[in-house]
């Protein structure tokens, strides 16, 4: 049984902030990338890899008490991934301090949220991506809410999504299109009008089973 199909039969999760904070106190999983598409790593050596990072931003709603995640709408008119659902994120540059630099330095110019907004909790293992791509995703909270800065360049628009539906598997399902001669597989789920997919919702993926090895142990 691959990850994917393990990750689809598994439990929902219903975490707490202080449980994330815990939980990128504890070790991380033995796999050092992940990915959705199992022939991926066979097709794509890993020193052909551009570095990128994303922002997994968590925010914790006061009406609520709810943890809700920020992804944003790429714009329509973009090259690559036009109206795709992402996390705010982009290309390493060489001259940034660190991929955690690039992840913040991505959410300001995307979003306007500046990095003293944040507290960074943690990472989690590389996402690898078919177009070439091994995105460190860095889980970060958003302790200090200002009014979003939309460049509208790159975001259409900005969507707060409940964390617990995002951790629970039952709303995810597989999906596969072919590119080029070859079929690939990917995750998707849907919410509120939103679909959510590849490289993303296999990030989400990889928190759930980051928190889920937490958890366990």
Same mark, same amino acid.
């Given at each position: ?24 106190? %504890? ?5 050092? /990338? ?14 052909k890899y551009r570095p990128a990072a994303v922002l997994i931003p968590l925010f914790t709603c006061p009406q609520?008490?709810?943890i809700k995640v920020l992804l944003t709408q790429r714009a329509l008119h973009m090259r690559n991934h036009p &109206?795709?659902?992402?996390?705010? &994120? ?8 660190? #991929?955690?630099?690039?992840?913040? %330095? ?6 306007g949220l500046a990095p003293d907004c944040f507290e960074l909790l943690g990472e989690l293992h590389e996402y690898?991506? #078919?177009?070439?791509?091994? #995105? ?8 200090? /809410? ?5 460049? %509208? ?41 939103? %679909? ?13 089973? /980051?928190?889920? /090895?937490?958890?366990?142990?």
């Amino acid at each position: 049984m691959t990850a994917v199909q393990e990750f689809l039969k598994a439990p929902p999760l219903t975490v707490s902030m202080d449980d994330i904070r815990a939980a990128f106190t %504890r070790p991380h999983l033995p796999s050092p /990338h992940y990915f959705t598409d199992q022939q991926l790593p066979e097709q794509m050596p890993e020193h052909k890899y551009r570095p990128a990072a994303v922002l997994i931003p968590l925010f914790t709603c006061p009406q609520d008490d709810c943890i809700k995640v920020l992804l944003t709408q790429r714009a329509l008119h973009m090259r690559n991934h036009p &109206g795709q659902i992402a996390f705010p &994120g982009g290309k390493h540059d060489p001259n940034d301090a660190s #991929i955690q630099y690039t992840a913040l %330095r991505e959410t300001l110019e995307e979003v306007g949220l500046a990095p003293d907004c944040f507290e960074l909790l943690g990472e989690l293992h590389e996402y690898c991506t #078919i177009s070439g791509f091994c #995105i460190k995703p860095v889980v970060a909270e958003l302790t200090r /809410h200002s009014e979003l800065s939309l460049c %509208r360049d790159e975001v259409e628009s900005v969507h707060w999504v409940p964390l617990n539906y995002l951790l629970n598997p039952a709303n995810y399902r597989t999906r596969s299109k072919h590119i080029g001669n070859t079929e690939r597989s990917f995750l998707e789920v849907e919410y509120d009008g939103i %679909r959510i997919w590849g490289a993303t919702a296999g990030i989400l993926c990889g928190l759930y089973e /980051h928190l889920a /090895h937490y958890q366990s142990l």
